[in-house]
C-alpha cells in the first residue's frame, strides 16, 4: 500500500461483499465464521531471549521473546516477581505503524495479553523472589508484530505462552558484599501453572465471527477478546471498536471463546 | 558489441547487460557504453537496438491516458483525493467528475463520492512535480458499485492483457465476467456469479505469479477449464 | 561471572567458531518475506537475525519535509529488546540514531532518487537477533528489500565488517570479536561499481593495517553481492521449477 490515510478505510465495494459473504456463513478467504485462520507456532527461534515463539495466524506474524532480569519488587508485593508486558507495532509490519513510543492500539494489546498472564496466575510471581523486599525476577515478556493482518491480540496472547513455556529462569549467585547476580550456567524452565488464550470474536453485520483478518476488523462494528484459562474459566475480557454488542450475542461469544480456547491452546501445548 | 545475457534471463539490479553501441531502454541505466539493470525482472532486447528489463517489481508512474482504478480517501473543498497505488496522490476535482462547474455553497460533495468510494477513472494531466490529476468524463468512467479488485504490479498489466488482448480475451470468454485492467495494475472484475468473480482473482493472481513462466495463457485457460467442470 | 577477555584465536588459528579468518559466517537470505510491505528481505548471517522492510514512494506529511527534486530516503535501524543479552529499552537510543543515519546514507547512492520528486522512500529494519555485525547484515537486507520494491537502483550494496582479534586480521566479526578485539570496519559498497558508501573504524590499527582491512571487507562485501543476486532470482526461479513441476507431474491428464 503506497499511501494511507490518517486512519485505515476499507473500500465500500469490500464491505459491501465481505457483509454479503457473512449473511451467507462465508468469508472472503473461504473460512465458515467460527474457523481460525492456518497457525504455525515455532517455539525458541530467538537465541538471545531467555524464552521466544514466532505465531503466524494467516499473514498476520507475530514474534514474542522473554527476558529474565533482577530488580526490585513492586513496594506493595515484596516478595513477588514482577511481570511486564509491552507490545510494538513495528512500522515494518503496517503501513499504519508509525515510528516513535507505543500509541493506544500497542498499549491495550500489551495490556490485554498481560491481564490474561496475571488473572488466571500463569506465572507463579511468589516463586520468583530472591530476598524478600530487595531482589526478585523480572519477566519482561516483548510482543513484536512483523506483519498485520488482523487479530494481532490472539495471535499475541498465542506467542507470549508459546514463548513462557520455553523460558529458562537462569540460577543466581550472592556475592561477598550482598549483591545478587545471574548465574548463566545454571537454568531452571519457567513452570506455568495455567496456560491461557484469547479468542477475539467480531461483531460484523449482527454476526459473530471468529479470528477477523485485517479487512473484517475493518468492516466490522466491535470485537470481544475472551481469555480462557486451562480450566475453562474467564480470566480477561475486552470489548473493543466503535460499535456494539447486544447481551446475547455476549453470552454466545463467551461459549465459542470457550470451545476455541482449547483447540489453540492444544497447539501450542500440545 | 557485447551481450552478457540472453533474451528473458532473469536479471537483477547491477548486472551488467551489454556493452557497446546500444541504446538504452525501460529499468536500463547506460554509463558509457555499458549498460546495466535497474530493477529485478528479464532481458530483453528490443529491436536489435534497446537493452531493456522488463520488470518483476514496479513502481505505478501515470501517463496521460492511462485508464486507473483507485478508491477515494479524502474529500476537499473542490476535489476528491484518489489512491491510484502511484507516489502521488490523485486529485479528481469536482468539474471533472461532474462534467459541470460545481457550486459549493448549494451542493455537498460527499453526495456524489466519499470516501470509500471505488472509481474507474482516467488521468487526465500527469508531470512528476504535481500530484495526478483525474477525469471521469468519458464513457465507461465513474463510481464501482460492484465487484471484487484484485492488485497487480504494476509492470505486468501488458501480460494480463496479452498479445493483442490474447490473455484477457481469453479470461473474459471463458468466464464470462466484465474485467477492467487499471494500468496502474488495480483490477475490477464482475461477474453474474460471485463464485466465478472468485475464480477469475484466482487467475489473475495465478498471471501475476507465473508471468514469467512460458505457456501462462494455455496453463490459466485450463485451470479455469478444470474449475468450471468441477463446479458446473 | 567472570568478565575477563577470552581467547579470541586458538592454537590452530581458528577462531571462537571454528571459523579461518577469512571465513565468513553461514548466511541465509530469503526475499519478499512480509505480506504488507511493498519490499522486504530477511538475513541472517550468523547468530544475527534481520528483517528489513521498505514502503514507497509514497506522499510524505508533514508536506513541508519533501524535497521538490527527489525522493526522501528515510532509515529506521531499530533492535528488539529480546535482541540481545541484557534485555533492550524498545525506546531508540543514541547509536540506533547514529546507525540509522550511516545505513540510510549507505543507500542513497543506490538508489534513484530524482525520479519520484515529493516522496518519501521508508526502510524499516528490525533487528531480532544480535550476534555483531547487526549494520552489515541491515544494509544487506535493506537493499534487497529496496529491489524487492521495485525502487530502480545503480547496483545492490552490501556490506560487511573486517578488524583485528588478538593481532590477526578477521573478516565478518561475531558480537564475542567485536567485544573483545582490537579493532572493527564495517563497510559498505556497491560492488557492480567498486563504490564505498559506507566505512567507518572503531579500535587502534596501523594503516597498513586499515588498508587491510578494507580490502578484506570489500572481499566480504563481493561474496555476499552474490548470494544478494541468488536471492533475488531465486524469489522467482522457485515458481518457475513449481510450474515446470506441475505441468511435468499432469502431463497427459489434460488430453
Known amino acids: 500500500m503506497r499511501w494511507m490515510a490518517r486512519e485505515p478505510v476499507i473500500s465500500r465495494i469490500k464491505k459491501k461483499r465481505i457483509l454479503q459473504l457473512i449473511s451467507q456463513g462465508k468469508r472472503m478467504d473461504g473460512r465458515g465464521l467460527l474457523d481460525y485462520r492456518e497457525i504455525t507456532v515455532e517455539k525458541g527461534v530467538i537465541r538471545t531471549a531467555e524464552g521466544s515463539a514466532m505465531v503466524c495466524l494467516g499473514q498476520t506474524e507475530v514474534v514474542v521473546g522473554v527476558k529474565v532480569g533482577l530488580n526490585t519488587p513492586y513496594p506493595d508485593t515484596p516478595n513477588e516477581g514482577i511481570l511486564t508486558v509491552n507490545a510494538e507495532l513495528v512500522p515494518l509490519a503496517s503501513p499504519t505503524f508509525e515510528p516513535g513510543p507505543p500509541d493506544e492500539r500497542a498499549i491495550e494489546l500489551a495490556r490485554v495479553v498481560d491481564r490474561g498472564i496475571r488473572s488466571s496466575r500463569a506465572i507463579p510471581l511468589e516463586r520468583l523472589c530472591i530476598v524478600p523486599g530487595k531482589r526478585v525476577y523480572i519477566i519482561f515478556v516483548d510482543i513484536y508484530i512483523l506483519n498485520h493482518d488482523g487479530n494481532l491480540v490472539d495471535a499475541s496472547a498465542l506467542a507470549a505462552l508459546a514463548a513462557l513455556s520455553n523460558t529458562k529462569i537462569f540460577g543466581y549467585q550472592i556475592d561477598e558484599e550482598g549483591r545478587v547476580l545471574l548465574d548463566k550456567s545454571i537454568w531452571r524452565p519457567m513452570e506455568l501453572q495455567n496456560w491461557p488464550v484469547a479468542v477475539s470474536v467480531a461483531n460484523i453485520g449482527g454476526e459473530l465471527v471468529v479470528d477477523p483478518c485485517l479487512d473484517e476488523e475493518l468492516a466490522m462494528e466491535a470485537k470481544l477478546t475472551i481469555t480462557v484459562d486451562k480450566d475453562g474459566r474467564v480470566c480477561a475480557m475486552q470489548k473493543s471498536g466503535p460499535g456494539s454488542f447486544s447481551a446475547e450475542q455476549v453470552m454466545e461469544a463467551i461459549d465459542i471463546a470457550k470451545d476455541k480456547a482449547a483447540e489453540l491452546r492444544s497447539m501450542v501445548m500440545g | ?232 | 561471572m567472570s568478565h575477563e577477555k577470552p581467547r579470541l584465536i586458538r592454537d590452530d588459528g581458528r577462531r571462537v567458531d571454528g571459523r579461518g579468518p577469512a571465513d565468513l559466517r553461514p548466511i541465509h537470505i530469503e526475499v519478499d518475506v512480509l505480506a504488507n510491505a511493498d519490499g522486504s528481505a530477511y538475513v541472517e548471517q550468523g547468530g544475527t537475525k534481520v528483517l528489513a522492510a521498505v514502503y514507497g514512494p509514497k506522499e510524505i506529511h508533514p508536506r513541508h519535509l519533501g524535497l521538490p527534486n527527489r525522493a526522501v530516503l528515510r532509515c529506521r535501524y531499530h533492535m528488539a529488546p529480546f535482541s540481545v543479552e541484557v534485555r533492550k529499552s524498545p525506546a531508540p537510543s543514541r547509536r540506533e540514531i547514529e546507525l540509522s543515519k550511516v545505513i540510510r546514507e549507505a543507500l542513497e547512492p543506490a538508489l534513484f532518487l530524482e525520479y519520484y520528486p515529493r516522496t518519501a522512500i521508508d526502510v524499516f529494519i528490525e533487528v531480532l537477533q544480535a550476534d555483531g555485525g547487526t549494520r552489515c547484515a541491515s544494509i544487506t537486507a535493506a537493499s534487497l528489500a529496496l529491489a524487492d520494491a521495485g525502487i530502480p537502483m545503480r547496483d545492490l550494496v552490501a556490506a560487511c565488517a573486517a578488524g583485528k582479534v588478538d593481532g590477526v586480521l578477521v573478516l565478518d566479526l561475531c558480537d564475542l570479536e567485536d567485544k573483545y578485539g582490537e579493532a572493527d570496519v564495517p563497510l559498505a559498497m556497491m560492488p557492480g561499481l567498486g563504490r564505498i558508501t559506507l566505512l567507518q573504524m572503531d579500535g587502534l590499527l596501523t594503516p597498513e593495517e586499515l588498508k587491510e582491512c578494507i580490502k578484506l571487507a570489500m572481499d566480504g562485501c563481493r561474496k555476499i553481492y552474490s548470494m544478494q543476486k541468488e536471492a533475488l532470482r531465486e524469489r522467482f526461479l522457485r515458481i518457475r521449477r513449481e510450474v515446470e513441476a506441475a505441468e511435468a507431474a499432469e502431463g497427459g491428464a489434460d488430453s
Open chain 2, 1 to 232: 558489441m557485447t551481450l552478457y545475457f540472453n533474451r528473458r534471463d532473469l536479471v537483477v539490479p547491477g548486472d551488467l547487460l551489454a556493452e557497446g553501441d546500444y541504446d538504452a531502454g525501460e529499468n536500463v541505466h547506460r554509463i558509457d557504453n555499458r549498460f546495466y539493470a535497474t530493477r529485478v525482472g528479464l532481458f530483453e532486447l528490443k529491436d536489435e537496438r534497446k537493452v531493456t528489463v522488463i520488470a518483476l517489481n514496479s513502481v505505478y508512474v501515470p501517463k496521460p491516458g492511462d485508464i486507473v482504478i483507485g478508491d477515494v480517501v479524502d474529500v476537499g473543498v473542490g476535489s476528491w483525493a484518489v489512491d491510484i497505488r502511484a507516489p502521488r496522490l490523485a486529485i479528481l476535482r469536482a468539474v471533472d467528475a461532474l462534467g459541470r462547474p460545481f457550486r459549493p455553497d448549494r451542493e455537498e460533495l460527499t453526495r456524489f463520492l466519499t470516501v470509500g468510494d471505488t472509481v474507474i477513472a482516467k488521468v487526465k494531466a500527469y508531470d512528476r512535480t504535481r500530484n495526478p490529476l483525474l477525469t471521469l468524463g468519458e464513457p465507461g468512467l465513474g463510481k464501482v458499485t460492484s465487484g471484487l479488485i484484485v492488485r497487480i504490479t504494476p509492470s505486468k498489466v501488458p501480460r494480463l492483457i496479452g498479445r493483442k488482448g490474447s490473455m484477457i480475451s481469453m479470461l473474459k470468454r471463458e468466464t464470462g465476467c466484465q474485467i477492467v485492467i487499471g494500468m496502474n495494475g488495480v483490477v475490477l472484475v464482475r461477474c453474474r456469479d460471485p463464485e466465478d468473480e472468485e475464480l477469475l482473482v484466482e487467475a489473475i493472481e495465478k498471471i501475476e505469479r507465473e508471468s514469467h513462466v512460458e505457456g501462462l495463457t494455455d496453463r490459466v485457460a485450463r485451470m479455469i477449464r478444470r474449475r468450471k467442470g468441477l463446479v458446473a
